[in-house]
């Protein structure tokens, strides 16, 4: 048996300690307690046995104490190298050497050791032939074998049972139960019978899928663009591989510099060339498949003589191919742009054979839609129409849209056709392109030639002469723009303040045209814009600069004076904004008209004017069907044409006359002319009329109030008796108001303190009030502490501790029936009344209370008159009251409930059962 050394021992510890998942320095830490990095040769052993359940014979624990001993012979252990060693990557002192070739892992991704169960080779290879076959599939519908068995391994430690195996198994197309079987026997674990080690299989798919990745070619440019034009560059390969790059960091936008910039620390602009390419592949690996050849030819392109590559020169040179860094400094660079197509999405390549196949079938099915003259596109789209236009459908939808052309295909070549136009993401058609490849006249998307484009032939040079200005008034120009201000009720400064961030209220001419064109006044020329900016012009500045503010000034007169101090002067006469409002260009002044003009003009509206209101004509419908633009205007050809359509005959010089007075450089001005011919009478204006009514209404003052009491004793009663039964305190809400305590505030503070006590009280009652408990010495305040002391006697007396021997009273709040008095005549009616109903009560032996009590259905005593009288008449007891003896009998017993007055029928009830001898409560 060969000598076991120590990097044997130290495998099995590593392998043991991954797949515990401890750190080895913690369980040292305990017997060290100065963390020296050192402990005794037995602390040692006794860690290694109970902590870590590593069992060592006494050759091995030797072996690793002879190797980990402070010093030959000595009694300490230095368990921090031991841990560094256990827990280590790869070897740091050979920095010579590659450390993915050095590095040190467990066997297993759980950390257990491989189980391998003896088998024939023949088996072994049937086991192997079966996993490559599977892992393709497991790689394109990204299943993971480890996260299928996960939840029957609790423990993690790399083994289910046979039945979960079969139970999770991803079961791929085209996998029989025999080779299922066989594979299930080559990952049984030899040590447990009946459990399958699942970490073994994962393990070997991850490793063909890594392969995989490793051996995949990425040029994916199809033979044949079937109808779409592509661009065939001559560079060099170079070229084209950066051109590919450039391409993908425009079209996805990635920002090349972040996945550089954490290698370079100091921002020197220089990285080694392993990171380079970790870099580049994380970079645009997803975006454009590169080789590995393909990425060393970059290094190399970029690589410095130091062996460290420039990666900011590779990501300048990446991100601004179709930009400029410094566009803001140079406006008027034409920047270069991806050619056209570039960013579009290329189609799958086939097999030479599959090409020419794919080629004949859509020569067929173009030929066949050149014959039926079918648009194709709108079928397609329909089915895009879900979430957003992705340009993609499904394969059971392009097979449909297919049969509905009737554009007939066998099965074989629809499979061929979805395979050339698939998506390789989500496995969707490019039905556009199928489109275009079968649709001479449908363009779904375009690719530059490499035909040279005619160059165009410069224009000459020309000499700008100065505008002549000899001609141009500006204050014609200043009165055209304030009538364009008044008319669209215009800012001036909103126009200019943005180019004016100083507030210097002066900027260039330039700025000044661009205000005045979002102004709408773009067609001013140039000989106008000359005058009115020499006008206005700075003379402090030495460049061509205008006071704009002093042109708002100029300009806003249509609307106010703007001078200062406007508030100082309210008398002042501001202009009428109608002697702002300039007529349009090209009217004739017609006071200058000759006599004849005016006549014969005058003579025609006349007879017109009769002629319209004999026949009672609507003329303006006539000239709107000719202004489809709503202006106002029509031509004079049509101006005549309406004439005779509404039979308004005129002969040749009073066409001339009108057209002469109404006529601008627009047209023929037909609502000046209606204006004339059907004079409207003036309209009142009823906003002032209608202000005086609200005056006059508003001055009415209209009491709302109901049966105010006007007696101090009265409302004093009334204010007693709400703060009894709600047991307020007064003085709580009107103490706030007297911060310095001097027992008086103003009346309206007064008012305002009652009604947030909600004691229910009227104008009338409160006006009785202020002038009772008005102060002495200010007529504006109320004694309000005095009107406190007031209402607080009816709980207790004031300063009564000074007056022992006093008995205060209790307050006891008067019946409100007791205070109805009624006047003699009256008081003889209730009597009779009263007895007559208490006769036929005591005979009947009536019950009053229940009917009434049916219609109290809060319980307070009272209902109304109606309630009243329908009670009276339900008992047989309405026929022996009249009418008047009804008001007397609401006199007597009427309450205020609410603001609302209704009866009080229990004083009725006892009065009646009182005097008829009638005791209610006896059976």
């Known amino acids: 048996m060969p000598a076991c050394t120590a990097a044997d021992i130290e495998g099995r510890i590593r392998i043991a300690v991954q797949e515990r998942r401890v750190r080895v320095p913690e369980f040292f830490k305990d017997y060290d307690s100065l963390r020296s990095g050192f402990v005794t040769k037995s602390q040692f052993a006794r860690c290694l046995d109970q902590s870590f ?131 299930v026997r080559g990952y049984l674990d030899p040590e447990r019978p009946g459990l399958c080690n699942y970490l073994n299989f994962h393990n070997d798919v991850e490793a063909i899928k ?74 645009i690996k997803e975006r454009v498949n590169l080789t590995k050849g393909e990425v060393q030819k970059v290094v190399d392109y970029y690589v410095n003589p130091d062996s460290r590559v420039r990666y900011m020169d590779f990501c300048h040179a990446m991100e601004n191919a179709f930009n400029d860094p410094y566009l803001e400094k140079n406006p008027q660079l034409e920047v270069p742009r991806p050619p056209r197509g570039a960013l579009s999405r290329t189609l799958n390549s086939l097999s030479s054979a599959e090409e020419r196949r794919v080629q004949n079938i859509l020569d067929a099915l173009a030929e066949d839609v050149r014959k039926r003259r079918v648009m194709t596109f709108p079928y397609f789209k329909d089915y895009d129409r879900s979430k957003a236009y992705t340009r993609n459908m499904t394969k059971t939808q392009f097979e449909r849209v297919l049969r509905s052309l009737s554009l007939l295909v066998q099965p074989e070549d ?26 001479k006249e449908f363009v779904g998307f375009t690719m530059d030639s490499d035909k040279p484009k005619e160059k165009k032939r ?26 364009h201000v008044l008319v669209n009720r215009l800012r001036v400064c909103q126009y200019f303040q943005d180019f004016d961030p100083l507030k210097e209220y002066s900027i260039p001419s330039s700025k000044f045209r661009m205000g005045l064109s979002a102004m709408g006044l773009h067609n001013l020329n140039n000989a106008e814009f000359k005058v009115l900016s020499d006008y206005f012009k700075d003379p402090k500045k030495k460049a061509e600069s205008v006071l704009w503010k002093e042109f708002e000034n100029e300009i806003e007169t249509v609307f106010t004076q703007v001078q200062p101090d406007l508030e100082k002067t309210p008398m002042n006469m501001v202009p009428k904004m109608d002697t702002f409002l300039m007529k349009k260009p090209g009217t004739m002044d017609w006071g200058t008209a000759t006599q004849d003009q005016q006549s014969v003009s005058d003579a025609a509206i006349d007879r017109m004017q009769q002629n319209v209101a004999q026949r009672r004509v609507l003329c303006k419908p006539c000239f709107q069907d000719f202004d489809l ?198 008081e003889d009616i209730l009597q009779r009344t ?88 006896k059976p």
Do not use: W
Not at 158 to 173: A, D, L, N
Not at 250 to 271: M, Q
Not at 414 to 436: H, M, R, T, W
Not at 666 to 677: E, P, R, S, T, V
């Open 53 to 183: 359940q590593i069992v060592l014979s006494p050759e091995e624990e030797a072996i690793l104490l002879r190797k980990y001993e402070d010093k030959p012979g000595g009694n300490m252990v230095n368990y921090q190298k031991f841990a560094d060693v256990i827990d280590c990557i790869f070897q740091p002192d050979q920095l010579k050497v590659n450390p993915m070739t050095q590095k040190i892992e467990p066997e297993e991704f759980l950390g257990s050791k491989r189980s391998l169960r003896p088998l024939s080779p023949a088996t072994k290879n049937k086991i192997t032939e079966i996993v490559e076959r599977i892992a393709p599939y497991y790689k394109y519908h990204g299943i993971n074998i480890r996260t299928c068995y996960e939840d029957f391994d609790r423990h993690h430690i790399g083994v289910v049972t046979e039945s979960q195996f079969h139970r999770s198994f991803p079961k791929p197309i085209g996998l029989n139960d025999e080779e299922l079987s066989l594979l």
């Open 210 to 283: 890594r392969r995989m990745d490793e051996e995949e070619q990425i040029d994916v440019t199809p033979v044949n663009t079937y109808n779409i034009p592509r661009e065939i560059t001559s560079d060099k390969e170079l070229n084209q591989i950066l051109g590919r790059i450039q391409v993908a960091v425009h079209k996805y936008g990635i920002r090349t510099t972040e996945f550089f910039c954490d290698h370079d620390k100091l921002r020197s602009g220089v990285i080694t060339k392993n990171q380079f390419v970790c870099g580049i592949m994380l970079c």
């Open 414 to 439: 629809l499979i061929l056709l979805c395979k050339k136009f698939e998506e390789p993401n989500s496995g969707d058609v490019n039905y556009p392109a199928f489109v275009q490849a079968v649709d």
């Open 458 to 483: 410069p224009k000459t040079p020309t000499y700008d002469k100065p505008p002549d200005t000899s001609n141009v008034d500006v204050f014609e120009v200043i009165s055209r723009i304030r009538h």
């Open 629 to 826: 633009h709503n202006i106002g205007v029509v031509t004079k050809p049509q101006f005549r044409q309406c004439l005779a359509y509404l039979q308004l005959n005129a002969t040749e010089p009073e066409y001339e006359a009108l057209e002469a007075k109404y006529s601008n450089h627009m047209g023929f001005n037909y609502l000046l002319f209606l204006g004339d011919l059907e004079p409207k009478p003036d309209q009142e204006l009823m906003y002032t009329k209608r202000l005086e009514e609200l005056r006059l209404v508003n001055a009415r003052q209209v009491s709302l109030e109901k049966n105010p009491l006007r007696d101090i004793d009265a409302v004093m009663t009334k204010i007693k008796n709400k703060v009894i039964k709600e047991r307020i305190r007064v003085s709580e809400f009107l103490k706030d108001y007297d911060k310095l305590r001097t027992g008086r505030m103003l009346k309206t503070v007064f008012k305002r303190g009652l009604d947030l006590a909600k004691l229910g009280l009227q104008p009338t009652e409160m006006a009785v009030l202020e002038q009772y408990f008005e102060s002495p010495k200010d007529p504006q305040y109320v004694e309000y502490v005095v009107f406190c002391n007031e209402i607080e006697s009816i709980f207790t007396l004031k300063n009564l501790e000074k007056a022992p021997q006093v008995t205060p009273s209790q307050y006891k709040p008067p019946i409100e029936v007791d205070q109805n008095v009624l006047p003699p005549d009256a």
């Open 834 to 921: 009263v007895h007559r109903l208490a006769e036929k009560v005591h005979k009947h032996r009536m019950q009053l209370f229940p009917l009434f009590e049916d219609y109290d259905r809060v319980h307070n005593g009272t209902v109304s008159r109606e309630q009243f009288r329908r009670v009276l008449t339900e008992l047989e007891l309405g026929g022996l009251v009249k009418e008047a003896e009804f008001r007397v009998l609401h006199m007597k017993f009427h309450v205020s409930v609410g603001g609302k007055e209704d009866i009080d029928y229990i004083k009725f009830c006892d009065m009646v059962n009182e005097l008829a001898n009638f005791d209610p409560r």
